[in-house]
């Protein structure tokens, strides 16, 4: 199985503040990328798919970026309703790995 | 717009069989290219992924739970199912039913269930 690790695993960070989460994979995944926001008590919620791509509907302070083994998520100003726990997860192979998840909290 | 909705027991005893099914609504679960996947989640930890299955039956399954795991389809009812045989405490997490997109070489989920907690305790 392909290996995915996120970095840090807690985030303190003010409304406002630029955040970027890093994902590493154990090998090289190409593009195939993709991240969720997952709230207490609820499903996870795609933004981001082939590392780059933004989801319909979500909002455009959310990027992401990366390549082969390292990859980004960024949200260039936080807003309250973005405190949350956020997954990497790679589809390289058709067994899918989650990274362990950031969680994003209010400083 | 499709949705998703798992159901089943919230309460299995240990080596007992784990059944849940999922309901489509809001299309045929047949309409496209997509495959549906199962995947859960312990209590305060990550992601797992379980299986999927596309409306032909064809299957692919998290090699560490195979030999345990079953993923069939109703195609009439706009179901899919999951059993999780033998299971464990282990195995108590909150499930999920998703929507697979198929691009590239794999799959990514863009659509989830609520999920449903399952308890494994006697």
């Known amino acids: 199985d392909i290996q995915m690790t996120q970095s840090p695993s807690t985030l303190s960070a003010s409304v406002g503040d630029r955040v970027t989460i890093t994902c590493r994979a154990s090998?090289?995944?190409?593009?195939?990328l993709a991240w969720y926001q997952q709230k207490p008590g609820k499903a996870p919620k795609l933004l981001i798919y082939k590392a780059s791509s933004l989801e319909s509907g979500v909002p455009s302070r959310f990027s992401g970026s990366g390549s082969g083994t390292e990859f980004t998520l960024t949200i260039s100003s936080l807003q309250p309703d973005d405190f949350a726990t956020y997954y990497c997860?790679?589809?390289?192979?058709?067994?899918?790995?989650f990274g362990g998840g950031t969680k994003v909290e209010i400083k | 717009q499709v949705q998703l909705q798992e159901s089943g027991p919230g309460l299995v005893k240990p080596s007992q069989t784990l059944s849940l099914t999922c309901t489509v609504s809001?299309?045929?679960?047949?309409?496209?290219?997509?495959?549906w996947s199962w995947i859960r989640q312990p209590a305060g930890k990550g992601l797992e992924w379980i299986g999927r299955?596309?409306?032909?039956?064809?299957?692919n399954y998290n090699p560490s739970l195979k030999s345990r795991v079953t993923i069939s389809v109703d195609t009439s009812k706009n179901q899919f199912s999951l059993k999780l045989s033998s299971v464990t405490a282990a195995d108590t997490a909150v499930y999920y039913c998703a929507r697979d997109i198929l691009t590239g070489p794999s799959f990514y989920m863009d659509v989830w269930g609520k999920g449903t907690t399952v308890t494994v305790s006697s």
């Open positions: 299955i596309y409306t032909s039956g064809s299957t």
């Open positions: 809001g299309g045929s679960i047949s309409s496209g290219s997509y495959y």
């Open positions: 090998q090289s995944i190409s593009s195939w």
């Open positions: 997860q790679q589809y390289n192979s058709y067994s899918l790995t």
